[in-house]
Nanobody, 125 residues
């Protein structure tokens, strides 16, 4: 059974950094596009970044240059390095998997096959 487990969330001050991890099991990780989504209180869940099996990446404009998505196929783990964090980055962050994706379209969220349970990121002033 496929499973995604996020970790690394927490509370950090504005301008700080956090690194999220997502450990995958139960499917052929290296064949899948992987992505990060987030949901702020009272808002819909939205895509943040995605990475293809070939390592190609996509970021939404608001995190471009601050966040970096990466993957380690040997460890079946997805990462999100978040730098220069802002108050508006506060959200529950979810890991997602999609096979046969178009990387820049994955953040639309229309074809996600697996979701993690989420990890809370809180940025304080």
């Amino acid at each position: 059974q496929a499973r995604l487990v996020e970790s690394g969330g927490g509370t950090v001050q504005t301008g700080g950094s956090l690194r999220l991890s997502c450990k995958a099991s139960g499917f052929t990780f290296r064949h899948y596009c992987m992505g990060w989504f987030r949901q702020a209180p009272g808002e819909e869940r939205r895509g943040v970044a995605a990475i293809g099996p070939d390592g190609s990446t996509f970021y939404i404009d608001s995190v471009q240059g601050r966040f970096s998505i990466s993957r380690d196929d040997a460890k079946r783990t997805l990462y999100l390095q978040m730098n220069s964090l802002k108050l508006e980055d506060t959200a529950v962050y979810y890991c997602a998997a999609e096979e046969n994706c178009v990387v820049h379209a994955m953040t639309d969220g229309g074809f996600i096959e697996e979701w993690g349970q989420g990890t809370q990121v809180t940025v304080s002033s």
